[in-house]
């Protein structure tokens, strides 16, 4: 068996890890990005008044509200998205005879394994973000009878109110977001080459270059995340506030919003990227041994000895 498995298990087990250290952060950003009522008494002004509202209204759980789905769907995306770009990495090295990829190589490598991702893994993600939203508005009607679902009957719910192809809501804005692993992807193996020319790299090396490459990433496609976290949601019946494809919701954003409000949460949502990248490279590049060595054990893979 070739490493891409092993990249994958590896690359699951640090997105778990990145996800849990970092999930309050993906809660904050998340209300604020559905959030389109700024004048109501319950609206967030901004990152610290949300992470003060939700802690004192709903407590620490209300941080962690859908973190179950959450970590299934980072341990499912990455492994997906490891498995996909090591593939693809694989046959470039194996048909140049080189041990590293040209940039455009990197950028092929990166759409390939993120449309692959988005794909299979969308439905994880609308799950999480109604299970996010949900919280609040149960904590708002007061109804103490009700509670937050858990996610499969979430899941059940969602394909009963609205349909099978609703788990797809948001694929296209996904889709579009592909750039952003790209250019995560692109500038990280870009700067890992050339350091890796003047020495070994360690795992405080992988944890300032995850860095470095999502926050590029992330500047650059916020927009983009915004509209797809809306779309998640289930549609409104206003007209105002229902999307019909991405250009519709970034029109009436600004209509509605200003420019100001395609970057609703960019402070929140930068901190939690940069930092889930960082722990991300880092644990994923420590993990990967140790995915090697269980894959042997369980003898789904030779041992270094015994491969040609």
């Not at 901004?46 to 769907?73: C, Q, T, V």
Request: with cysteine; charged share 20%; proline share 2%.
């Amino acid at each position: 068996m070739s490493d891409n498995v092993a990249h994958a298990l590896a690359g699951a087990g640090g997105g778990i890890i990145s996800m849990a250290v970092t999930y309050p952060l993906i809660t904050v950003g998340t209300r604020l990005q559905v959030q389109r009522n700024n004048k109501d008494a319950t609206a967030y002004t901004g990152n610290m008044d949300a992470l003060r509202k939700i802690f004192a209204n709903e407590g620490i759980a209300g941080l962690f509200s859908g973190l179950e789905s959450a970590i299934f769907g980072a341990a499912v995306t990455n492994g997906v998205y490891y498995y996909f770009f090591e593939a693809v990495k694989s046959a470039f090295e194996r048909a140049s005879q080189r041990k590293s990829m040209s940039t455009v190589e990197s950028m092929v490598s990166g759409a390939v394994a993120g449309a692959m991702t988005c794909i299979i893994t969308n439905p994880i993600w609308v799950v999480n973000t109604r299970l996010t939203v949900k919280q609040k508005k149960i904590k708002q009607d007061g109804d103490t009878t009700d509670e937050t679902p858990s996610t499969l009957k979430a899941f059940a719910e969602i394909i009963k109110e609205d349909g099978v192809l609703s788990l797809w809501q948001g694929l296209i804005p996904a889709l579009i977001l592909v750039i952003n692993p790209i250019i995560q992807y692109t500038a990280f193996e870009q700067l890992k080459n050339k350091v890796e020319r003047v020495r070994k790299l360690g795992s405080l090396d992988f944890f300032v270059l995850g860095a470095i490459s999502k926050l590029c990433a992330t500047s650059v496609t916020y927009p983009y995340i915004l509209i797809k976290s809306r779309m998640q949601l289930k549609q409104s019946k206003n007209e105002n506030e229902r999307y019909s494809s991405l250009m519709d919701g970034l029109r009436k954003v600004i209509a509605s919003e200003g420019i100001a409000g395609l970057y609703k949460g960019i402070e929140s949502k930068l901190l939690q990227s940069v930092l889930t990248a960082s722990f991300l490279f880092m644990s994923k590049e420590a993990l990967f041994s140790y995915a090697v060595k269980l894959l042997i054990i369980l003898g789904a893979r030779k041992s270094i000895a015994g491969k040609a």
